[in-house]
């Protein structure tokens, strides 16, 4: 970067880089280095520009659930988190746009681009050697150190501005203050470095020869004058007497204004007190709500300036949409360990955060199975119902496993017939859901016996605790069983989609396949285990006599619920495969109603089906799915 210099502002002493001297009425002119000098601007200075420089700042990309992640593969994301440039660290850069911005109301960057034009580097400029002018044709440029430069080679931070184009330097608009912080600073080293105060008077007995009193008065000023020989004690001669006075109210009026100027200088930049070292009126009460205050109403503003400028100077326009440039503030209000304690445990049985995400945020290392967000109760997948039937399976439809009915011989080989499942299909899956939910009524009854064996007030919760236990393990792990029943389902409806296609589908080979079985099984894992841990945890809540309850409802799980389970699971599988595998080829699946079924499903057929909605659509719905037409780019997703 040839152009750029890279001298840093100079020292105090040396020659000052500064738009100029500005006149105060009090006396003392202002610039902005000779504002750096006042103790209180300095500190106001210094912890805005380091709070903002030290919060890590990320690119993040827009995903598809509304949602977002970190874009660390973006070219930009080093640049910004890492190291702007060769010679800055991302907090030496980031300090000094904010210690330009906040003393001159504008910081800027040259933007360095590879010949590929890609953004290579960013060099922060002074902002006084900066000049932003509009031209006559109206359009912008800037000039710095005798060069013209482009809109796109300058990132451009405003503070407060009348016009948008410019931002309001705090010292020109502010140097009555400054200058009245400077007088008074001033007036307080000479009034203890010349020692000029009268602190009291010497009287004498009678009249003083010239020789006396030129011998007292050197003895006096080589003795007393100056901070360092303060508090001295006087030897007089002669009979004279020494008389100390009192602090005169216009010394002590000195002092209020030191302390009024270092308010209203922290009020210019909205830097609580306490952050700068005035303690006067804090207490810890109140320090905790300022400093929350501090993030939402001084940093925030220069936080999103800064955001604001990157995303429209460094990201294209085409990227504005998917990518965002944010700092995370999230350190920032970080408690005590316990209000933190508490926060999470509310996030988590909330569903708003995951329980890594919590163990991340104090830098714990991440647990296995802790990535899923929970709810209260039996912490199942948060989304799930709170009615305990069906829709605790399939949250997007309305049927119920409730009434638990037996299809008929007729009813049942109909339905099998329009869903596309072969009798031996679903025998193999009822006798897997039988097996399953036999193993789990049994677990069931078993905690349920131990637990209530013991007779205590406390054995309800303990066996609603154990049993959320058991489910929230149960829902990780799918049997062998009831994965190779729901295999031959799934592979029918690709086979199908297959023949209605006219040939192979690009993508769609045994890697492909196992991971579309795997990621299935989970969830029918997840959602089936869920729904049993809901059934069971309302009997225990209902009361009475618990076990009896259970025995009487767990009896009929092998059985009734194995068959009811597997035919309601024989269709989904078979309409989710088929959908799964015509969006690989590229086409839309719509409803397929059975004549026989009910006016709801009639109403439904031929509709193109959106988002996780399937069939079937409640208890005893042979509807299907078949191919619709060729998707298009809205479709795509």
């Not at 002669?238 to 308010?263: C, N, V, W």
């Not at 200088?265 to 006067?280: C, F, K, N, S, T």
């Amino acid at each position: 970067m040839a152009f750029w210099n890279r001298k840093s502002r100079q020292q105090p002493g040396a020659a000052v880089v500064s738009t100029g001297m500005m006149p105060t009425d009090a006396g003392v002119p202002m610039s902005e280095d000779q504002a750096m000098r006042l103790a209180t601007v300095q500190a106001c200075v210094r912890v805005l520009s380091e709070d903002v420089a030290a919060l890590p700042l990320h690119i993040y990309r827009r995903t598809e659930d509304g949602g977002k992640e970190r874009a660390t593969d973006h070219p930009l994301y080093r640049l910004l988190h890492d190291a702007p440039n060769p010679e800055m660290t991302a907090m030496d850069f980031r300090e000094a746009l904010m210690v330009n911005a906040l003393l001159s109301g504008n910081a800027y960057s040259f933007i360095e681009y590879d010949r590929a034009g890609r953004v290579k580097a960013l060099w922060p400029l002074i902002s006084t050697d900066v000049q932003k002018v509009r031209t006559n044709d109206w359009s912008i440029e800037y000039h710095a150190e005798g060069r013209t430069l482009l809109p796109t080679e300058v990132m451009h931070v405003k503070g407060l501005s009348y016009d948008g184009l410019l931002g309001l330097s705090p010292i020109a608009y502010a140097r009555a203050a400054m200058g009245l912080a400077g007088a008074a600073e001033k007036f307080g080293s000479l009034f203890f470095g010349n020692g000029t105060n009268l602190g009291g008077f010497i009287t004498m007995p009678g009249k003083m020869s010239d020789e006396t009193f030129n011998r007292l008065k050197t003895q006096f000023r080589e003795s007393f004058t100056g901070l360092k020989n303060a508090h001295g004690v006087p030897i007089l001669e002669e009979g004279g007497s020494y008389t100390k006075l009192g602090i005169a109210p216009e010394d002590a009026q000195f002092l209020e204004t030191r302390k009024f100027q270092r308010s209203e200088i922290a009020a210019i930049y909205r830097v609580p007190p306490h952050m700068i070292g005035d303690l006067e009126h804090a207490t810890f009460s109140n320090i905790e709500h300022q400093s929350i205050e501090y993030l939402q109403r001084t940093l925030t503003p220069w936080l999103v300036r800064i955001e604001q400028a990157m995303r429209t100077s460094l990201l294209l326009p085409e990227e504005r949409d998917e990518f965002l440039i944010e700092h995370d503030t999230a350190n920032f209000l970080r408690g005590d360990t316990l209000s933190r304690m508490q926060a999470y445990q509310a996030a988590v049985q909330a569903g708003i955060m995951t329980r890594n995400e919590c163990r991340v945020r104090d830098n714990l290392t991440p647990l296995p199975g802790g990535d899923e967000l929970l709810q209260p109760l039996n912490m199942a997948p948060a989304g799930a119902q709170s009615e305990p039937d069906a829709r605790d399976l399939f949250p997007a439809w309305d049927f119920r496993f409730g009434s638990e009915r037996r299809a008929s011989g007729a009813d049942k080989t109909a339905a099998l017939q329009a869903m596309g499942v072969t009798e031996e299909q679903y025998e193999a899956l009822r006798e897997a859901f039988s097996e399953w939910l036999r193993a789990q009524a049994a677990d069931v009854l078993r905690i349920a016996r131990r637990i209530l064996g013991e007779r205590d007030d406390s054995a309800q919760e303990r066996l609603l605790e154990a049993l959320n236990d058991y489910y929230t393990d149960l829902e990780k792990h799918v049997p062998d069983q009831l994965r190779d029943a729901i295999r031959p389902i799934a592979e029918d409806a690709f086979a199908q989609v297959r023949e209605q296609v006219g040939g192979e589908i690009a993508g769609l080979d045994t890697d492909w396949i196992e991971g579309y079985m795997s990621r299935y099984c989970e969830k029918m894992a997840m959602r089936q285990a869920h729904a049993n841990g809901r059934s069971v945890e309302r009997i225990v809540r209902r009361g009475g006599d618990v076990l009896g309850n259970l025995e009487k409802k767990l009896a009929s799980w092998p059985t009734a619920t194995a068959e009811q389970r597997a035919m309601t699971e024989a269709a989904f599988a078979r309409s989710e495969a088929f959908v799964a595998a015509a969006r690989k080829a590229g086409y839309n699946s719509v409803w397929k109603s059975n004549p026989a079924c009910c006016a709801a499903c009639r109403e439904l057929d031929g509709q193109v089906l959106r988002g996780d909605f399937r069939p079937p659509l409640h208890a005893g719905c042979s509807c299907t799915v078949a191919l619709g037409e060729r998707m298009g780019k809205d479709d795509i997703s």
